[in-house]
């Protein structure tokens, strides 16, 4: 199992950028695949980034060229930087994992909340 801590969330203006982070403990982080997700008010839950084991980076069209996700297996740690940030990207962004290989069992965080407002 894996535990999983998001912080950096917070208040923005339009325009502004943010830096996330996720903090991994109980087993080998290098194993996992990591993944940003994000749940507006009223939405479903949807991808924002993700990051294989082996640093394979994959982008939702939303963030795209905005968000830069990237991780530091020396400090367990997965990242979200976000800049450009627009009204839109107001949400609880979650951060997850799931073995290499495999598609469960996931696991999340419990989430940060950023509000992009002016």
């Known amino acids: 199992q894996v535990q999983l801590v998001e912080s950096g969330g917070g208040l923005v203006q339009p325009g502004g950028s943010l830096r996330l982070s996720c903090s991994a403990s109980?087993?080998?982080?290098?194993?996992?695949?990591m993944g940003w997700y994000r749940q507006a008010p009223g939405k479903q839950r949807e991808l924002v980034a993700t990051?294989?084991?082996?640093?394979?980076?994959n982008y939702s069209d939303a963030v795209k060229g905005r968000f830069t996700i990237s991780r530091d297996n020396a400090k367990n740690t997965v990242y979200l930087q976000m800049d450009s940030l627009k009204l839109t990207d107001t949400a609880v962004y979650y951060c997850?994992?799931?073995?290499?290989?495999?598609?469960?069992?996931?696991?999340w965080g419990q989430g940060t909340q950023v509000t992009v407002s002016s």
């Open positions: 997850n994992a799931v073995l290499s290989g495999l598609i469960r069992p996931v696991y």
């Open positions: 109980g087993s080998i982080f290098t194993r996992y695949n």
């Open positions: 990051i294989t084991s082996g640093s394979i980076i």
